[in-house]
């Protein structure tokens, strides 16, 4: 049985305001929050209502043998939402105060917004036709 | 209705020999491969057998407005995946010239095993009991 992947892991830099991004801006459900003594720090996972897909949230203490500091790299290129109705969305986004910084009609035949994390990880909502 | 998280998409440096690893050493499957001229890059979508989470393999030219330097940053934590056996599947991994980077014993319950990929981004596997 090959392995199966069960989510996908970022490191964010406060945990409080990544939990809050995540379940308040984009309305994913929070399933877990643990403290991971083994490695100072704190684990959370979230899920979106009606996707499979999980993200776990990393946070480490300073002085933690993996808190070192966070640097932008270009390894999450970004992570993928799909929408019903992108302008709808969008308009709902503003409302919280969130501006797309990107839009991009039509490409590949997607309507396509994107925003970023607080992290600055780049999110992507995509209406498909 | 929120968004639905689909996937997660990660930046390659090196579209064939990322499929090669996803594919030939962790066992998923290619479900799309298509240039994308727009970004002028490619993009290819995996998924593991018995797993509804999918990875997004993003590639860019150089000379792409995508195509910046690949600098290994903080973002990705890891991507995380569920393994029967992790002693057997460290021996598979073994034999196909991959050798395991750190094993955490029974940290928080689970057996854990850790690899990088192609491009640096850390995969664990974990046995959940």
């Given at each position: 049985m090959p392995p199966r992947m069960i989510y996908t892991g970022i490191r964010v830099k406060n945990?409080?305001?990544?939990?809050?991004?995540y379940t308040e801006i984009l309305g994913m459900?929070?399933?877990?929050?643990?403290?991971?003594p083994q490695t100072q720090g704190e684990v959370a996972t979230l899920k979106s209502p009606g996707s499979e897909q999980e993200i776990e949230l990393n946070w480490y203490a300073q002085g933690s043998r993996f808190g070192t500091p966070y640097t932008n790299g270009?390894?999450?290129?970004?992570?993928?939402f799909d929408v019903d109705d992108l302008d709808e969305w969008v308009r709902e986004l503003e409302k919280k105060g969130v501006k797309a910084l990107l839009?991009?009609?039509e490409i590949g035949g997607w309507n396509e917004a994107f925003i970023e994390d607080p992290n600055g990880i780049w999110i992507e909502f995509l209406q498909r036709k």
């Amino acid at each position: 049985m090959p392995p199966r992947m069960i989510y996908t892991g970022i490191r964010v830099k406060n945990m409080d305001e990544s939990i809050r991004f995540y379940t308040e801006i984009l309305g994913m459900k929070l399933l877990e929050r643990e403290q991971t003594p083994q490695t100072q720090g704190e684990v959370a996972t979230l899920k979106s209502p009606g996707s499979e897909q999980e993200i776990e949230l990393n946070w480490y203490a300073q002085g933690s043998r993996f808190g070192t500091p966070y640097t932008n790299g270009s390894e999450v290129d970004h992570l993928g939402f799909d929408v019903d109705d992108l302008d709808e969305w969008v308009r709902e986004l503003e409302k919280k105060g969130v501006k797309a910084l990107l839009r991009i009609r039509e490409i590949g035949g997607w309507n396509e917004a994107f925003i970023e994390d607080p992290n600055g990880i780049w999110i992507e909502f995509l209406q498909r036709k």
